[in-house]
Protein backbone atom coordinates (compact mmCIF):
# COMPACT_ATOMS: atom_id res chain seq x y z
CA UNK A 1 0.00 0.00 0.00
CA UNK A 2 0.77 3.60 -0.38
CA UNK A 3 2.37 5.14 2.55
CA UNK A 4 -0.36 7.30 4.19
CA UNK A 5 -2.06 8.64 7.54
CA UNK A 6 -4.47 5.98 6.93
CA UNK A 7 -2.11 3.01 6.18
CA UNK A 8 -0.68 3.61 9.79
CA UNK A 9 -3.72 3.13 11.26
CA UNK A 10 -4.14 -0.16 9.99
CA UNK A 11 -3.46 -3.20 12.32
CA UNK A 12 -3.79 -6.32 10.67
CA UNK A 13 -1.75 -9.45 12.28
CA UNK A 14 -3.07 -12.14 9.51
CA UNK A 15 -1.70 -9.68 6.43
CA UNK A 16 1.50 -8.58 5.55
CA UNK A 17 1.27 -4.89 4.56
CA UNK A 18 4.16 -3.43 2.44
CA UNK A 19 4.38 0.31 2.66
CA UNK A 20 5.62 2.35 -0.24
CA UNK A 21 7.25 5.14 0.08
CA UNK A 22 7.55 6.49 -3.78
CA UNK A 23 4.92 8.80 -5.37
CA UNK A 24 1.25 7.79 -4.89
CA UNK A 25 0.22 4.40 -7.23
CA UNK A 26 -2.51 2.68 -7.31
CA UNK A 27 -0.70 0.44 -10.01
CA UNK A 28 2.79 0.68 -8.96
CA UNK A 29 1.44 -0.99 -5.23
CA UNK A 30 -0.17 -3.56 -6.14
CA UNK A 31 3.09 -3.88 -8.88
CA UNK A 32 4.98 -3.87 -5.56
CA UNK A 33 2.94 -6.36 -4.09
CA UNK A 34 3.00 -8.98 -6.80
CA UNK A 35 6.54 -8.98 -7.07
CA UNK A 36 7.10 -9.50 -3.54
CA UNK A 37 4.39 -12.43 -3.03
CA UNK A 38 5.44 -15.21 -1.67
CA UNK A 39 3.18 -18.90 -2.82
CA UNK A 40 1.29 -20.56 -5.74
CA UNK A 41 -1.61 -18.02 -5.58
CA UNK A 42 -1.56 -13.91 -5.69
CA UNK A 43 -4.96 -12.45 -4.05
CA UNK A 44 -5.26 -9.04 -5.45
CA UNK A 45 -7.85 -6.45 -3.58
CA UNK A 46 -6.92 -2.80 -5.05
CA UNK A 47 -9.13 -0.91 -3.35
CA UNK A 48 -9.59 1.29 -0.40
CA UNK A 49 -11.79 -0.43 1.62
CA UNK A 50 -14.54 -0.76 -0.61
CA UNK A 51 -14.33 -4.26 -1.44
CA UNK A 52 -16.25 -6.47 1.56
CA UNK A 53 -14.31 -8.95 3.54
CA UNK A 54 -17.03 -11.32 2.58
CA UNK A 55 -16.47 -11.81 -0.87
CA UNK A 56 -12.22 -12.24 -0.22
CA UNK A 57 -13.46 -15.02 1.88
CA UNK A 58 -15.27 -16.37 -0.89
CA UNK A 59 -12.59 -16.26 -3.21
CA UNK A 60 -9.93 -17.49 -1.04
CA UNK A 61 -12.69 -20.35 -0.18
CA UNK A 62 -13.14 -21.02 -3.94
CA UNK A 63 -8.67 -22.06 -4.10
CA UNK A 64 -8.18 -25.37 -4.47
CA UNK A 65 -5.80 -28.10 -5.72
CA UNK A 66 -8.07 -28.53 -8.54
CA UNK A 67 -8.64 -24.99 -9.91
CA UNK A 68 -7.74 -24.40 -12.99
CA UNK A 69 -7.67 -20.11 -14.43
CA UNK A 70 -7.82 -16.94 -12.43
CA UNK A 71 -10.59 -16.02 -9.91
CA UNK A 72 -12.20 -12.54 -11.25
CA UNK A 73 -14.74 -11.25 -8.69
CA UNK A 74 -17.46 -9.41 -11.06
CA UNK A 75 -20.18 -7.27 -9.28
CA UNK A 76 -23.40 -8.58 -9.22
CA UNK A 77 -25.03 -5.29 -10.01
CA UNK A 78 -24.62 -1.79 -10.76
CA UNK A 79 -27.05 -0.19 -7.98
CA UNK A 80 -24.54 0.70 -5.50
CA UNK A 81 -26.27 3.53 -3.00
CA UNK A 82 -22.48 5.25 -2.10
CA UNK A 83 -22.51 6.03 -6.14
CA UNK A 84 -24.45 8.39 -8.28
CA UNK A 85 -26.93 7.19 -11.24
CA UNK A 86 -23.87 9.10 -13.47
CA UNK A 87 -21.01 7.00 -11.77
CA UNK A 88 -23.15 3.42 -12.32
CA UNK A 89 -24.15 4.41 -16.18
CA UNK A 90 -20.20 4.74 -16.85
CA UNK A 91 -18.93 2.40 -14.82
CA UNK A 92 -22.09 -0.32 -16.78
CA UNK A 93 -20.94 0.97 -20.03
CA UNK A 94 -17.29 0.99 -19.55
CA UNK A 95 -17.32 -2.56 -18.40
CA UNK A 96 -19.65 -3.92 -21.37
CA UNK A 97 -16.86 -1.64 -23.92
CA UNK A 98 -13.91 -3.12 -22.38
CA UNK A 99 -15.31 -6.93 -22.38
CA UNK A 100 -16.24 -6.43 -26.34
CA UNK A 101 -13.14 -4.74 -27.45
CA UNK A 102 -10.73 -6.73 -25.17
CA UNK A 103 -12.98 -10.07 -26.47
CA UNK A 104 -13.23 -10.88 -22.59
CA UNK A 105 -15.03 -13.40 -21.21
CA UNK A 106 -15.40 -11.52 -17.73
CA UNK A 107 -18.16 -9.20 -17.87
CA UNK A 108 -16.49 -7.04 -15.09
CA UNK A 109 -13.18 -6.03 -15.68
CA UNK A 110 -12.65 -2.81 -13.54
CA UNK A 111 -13.61 -4.28 -10.16
CA UNK A 112 -9.98 -5.22 -8.95
CA UNK A 113 -10.35 -8.28 -6.61
CA UNK A 114 -8.78 -11.60 -8.12
CA UNK A 115 -6.80 -14.50 -7.25
CA UNK A 116 -4.25 -15.89 -9.27
CA UNK A 117 -1.87 -18.80 -9.69
CA UNK A 118 1.68 -16.66 -9.25
CA UNK A 119 3.33 -19.35 -12.11
CA UNK A 120 0.84 -17.62 -14.77
CA UNK A 121 0.83 -14.35 -13.21
CA UNK A 122 4.20 -13.84 -13.41
CA UNK A 123 4.50 -14.76 -17.10
CA UNK A 124 2.53 -11.76 -17.87
CA UNK A 125 4.68 -8.17 -19.27
CA UNK A 126 4.26 -6.38 -15.85
CA UNK A 127 5.91 -3.08 -17.35
CA UNK A 128 2.98 -2.71 -20.08
CA UNK A 129 0.00 -3.39 -17.22
CA UNK A 130 1.18 -1.52 -14.03
CA UNK A 131 0.74 2.02 -14.87
CA UNK A 132 -1.97 4.25 -14.01
CA UNK A 133 -4.77 3.64 -11.75
CA UNK A 134 -7.44 1.13 -11.99
CA UNK A 135 -6.67 0.93 -15.59
CA UNK A 136 -4.12 -1.66 -15.07
CA UNK A 137 -6.89 -4.25 -14.19
CA UNK A 138 -8.10 -4.57 -17.60
CA UNK A 139 -4.63 -4.37 -19.31
CA UNK A 140 -3.53 -7.32 -16.88
CA UNK A 141 -7.08 -9.56 -17.62
CA UNK A 142 -6.17 -8.77 -21.23
CA UNK A 143 -2.74 -10.18 -21.15
CA UNK A 144 -3.71 -13.33 -19.38
CA UNK A 145 -6.67 -13.80 -21.43
CA UNK A 146 -4.80 -13.62 -24.39
CA UNK A 147 -2.28 -16.19 -22.53
CA UNK A 148 -4.93 -18.44 -22.59
CA UNK A 149 -5.73 -18.24 -18.56
CA UNK A 150 -8.77 -19.25 -17.93
CA UNK A 151 -10.45 -16.25 -16.29
CA UNK A 152 -13.60 -17.41 -13.62
CA UNK A 153 -16.16 -14.88 -13.03
CA UNK A 154 -17.34 -14.91 -9.08
CA UNK A 155 -20.00 -12.99 -8.55
CA UNK A 156 -19.41 -9.72 -5.78
CA UNK A 157 -21.08 -7.27 -3.99
CA UNK A 158 -19.14 -3.20 -3.95
CA UNK A 159 -18.79 -2.56 0.03
CA UNK A 160 -19.13 0.80 1.72
CA UNK A 161 -15.84 2.81 1.13
CA UNK A 162 -13.74 2.54 4.57
CA UNK A 163 -11.13 4.54 3.39
CA UNK A 164 -10.97 7.93 0.93
CA UNK A 165 -13.06 9.23 -1.31
CA UNK A 166 -15.70 8.27 -3.72
CA UNK A 167 -14.27 9.21 -7.52
CA UNK A 168 -16.68 12.72 -7.75
CA UNK A 169 -15.43 13.05 -11.54
CA UNK A 170 -16.79 10.15 -13.33
CA UNK A 171 -16.97 11.57 -16.97
CA UNK A 172 -13.53 12.23 -16.48
CA UNK A 173 -12.49 8.83 -15.08
CA UNK A 174 -14.34 7.49 -18.09
CA UNK A 175 -12.64 9.21 -20.42
CA UNK A 176 -9.44 8.61 -18.77
CA UNK A 177 -10.13 4.68 -18.85
CA UNK A 178 -11.73 4.95 -22.89
CA UNK A 179 -8.37 6.98 -23.79
CA UNK A 180 -6.32 4.10 -22.44
CA UNK A 181 -8.29 1.52 -23.71
CA UNK A 182 -7.95 2.76 -27.07
CA UNK A 183 -4.30 2.93 -26.85
CA UNK A 184 -4.42 -0.61 -25.70
CA UNK A 185 -6.24 -2.03 -28.18
CA UNK A 186 -4.60 -0.41 -30.85
CA UNK A 187 -1.17 -1.93 -29.71
CA UNK A 188 -2.20 -5.27 -29.56
CA UNK A 189 -3.72 -5.00 -33.03
CA UNK A 190 -0.11 -3.77 -33.74
CA UNK A 191 1.62 -6.63 -31.95
CA UNK A 192 -1.10 -9.19 -33.66
CA UNK A 193 0.01 -7.83 -37.25
CA UNK A 194 3.66 -7.24 -36.36
Same mark, same amino acid.
Given at each position: ?????????????????????????????????????????????????????????????????????????????????????????????????????????????????????? &??? +? #??? %??? !??????????? $?? &??? +? #??? %??? !??????????? $?????? #??????????????????????????
Amino acid at each position: MDDSPESHQLSLPFVQTIRRTGPPSLARALHDGVILSKGKWVICMDSDGNHRPHDLEQLILKIRPDTAGWLVAQRTHYLDPQYTWAHRLFSWFLNTLIQAVCNLPTRDNTFGLFAAPS &SEL +H #QLP %FKK !IFSGHGEYYFR $LL &SFA +H #QKN %FPL !IGVDAIHGIRA $LGGSDN #QPLKRFFSYLTTLLRHYYSLRANLYA
